[in-house]
T-cell receptor, first 111, second 114 residues
Framework: EDKVVQSPLSLVVHEGDTVTLNCSYE??????LLWYKQEKKAPTFLFML????IEKKSGRLSSILDKKELSSILNITATQTGDSAIYLC???????????FGKGTKLTVNP | DTGVSQNPRHKITKRGQNVTFRCDPI?????LYWYRQTLGQGPEFLTY????????KSRLLSDRFSAERPKGSFSTLEIQRTEQGDSAMYLC????????????FGQGTRLTVV
């Protein structure tokens, strides 16, 4: 069965720390991997990764895909309290338009 | 606001009642998705439309659930004879056509079955 596993499930850090969130997947015919941030209700899109080894970057956030290891990481540098959220990883597989989500990593950034 | 819009935002219903939710996608998006999310879990796929055609349905979608997108614009999700296990956040998302396109989510409808 297709699955996406995220680790850790929760993380508490202090402002200014750097964090690395992990996502591993087992899906048939992998197409792409997406990261979302969910603060209260709607997951908001962060990155889409399709090619291995190419880093996507947006401000203090960056992400990279490793197709050999079937995994991705999301890095957040100089964390701020506003980064507190659940970070979701999801995967598209070939032949389907459904996203398979992991359970998410709950990040809490304390001042 | 040109994002995905869902109504109502919250719904409390008694067990056994029928409920209907509405989703208005981003106007130029021809793909529309429904997901369900419970506490501590990621969203689970329910169904997907391309224009008015329902192209995929999850095995999770029992016969009490039905979704429509009659004119290829807004969509409705109806749950008949609600059960307490249906309590969840129901999320709608939309995307444009293409092999790898990001899905944009609405704020969700929180359903509580009492």
């Amino acid at each position: 069965e297709d699955k996406v596993v995220q680790s850790p499930l929760s993380l508490v850090v202090h402002e200014g720390d750097t964090v690395t969130l992990n996502c591993s997947y087992e899906v048939t015919n992998f197409r792409s991997l997406l990261w979302y941030k969910q603060e209260k209700k709607a997951p908001t899109f962060l990155f889409m990764l399709t090619s291995s080894g190419i880093e996507k970057k947006s401000g203090r956030l960056s992400s990279i895909l490793d197709k050999k290891e079937l995994s991705s990481i999301l890095n957040i540098t100089a964390t701020q309290t506003g980064d507190s959220a659940i970070y979701l990883c999801a995967v598209y597989q070939g032949g389907s338009e459904k996203l398979v989500f992991g359970k998410g990593t709950k990040l809490t950034v304390n001042p | 606001d040109t994002g995905v819009s869902q109504n109502p935002r919250h719904k409390i219903t008694k067990r056994g009642q029928n409920v209907t939710f509405r989703c208005d996608p981003i106007s130029e998006h021809n793909r529309l998705y429904w997901y369900r999310q419970t506490l501590g879990q990621g969203p689970e796929f329910l169904t997907y439309f391309q224009n008015e055609a329902q192209l995929e349905k999850s095995r999770l979608l029992s016969d009490r659930f039905s979704a429509e997108r009659p004119k290829g614009s807004f969509s409705t999700l109806e749950i008949q004879r609600t059960e307490q296990g249906d309590s969840a956040m129901y999320l709608c998302a939309s995307s444009s056509f293409g092999q790898n396109t990001e899905a944009f989510f609405g704020q969700g409808t929180r359903l509580t079955v009492v």
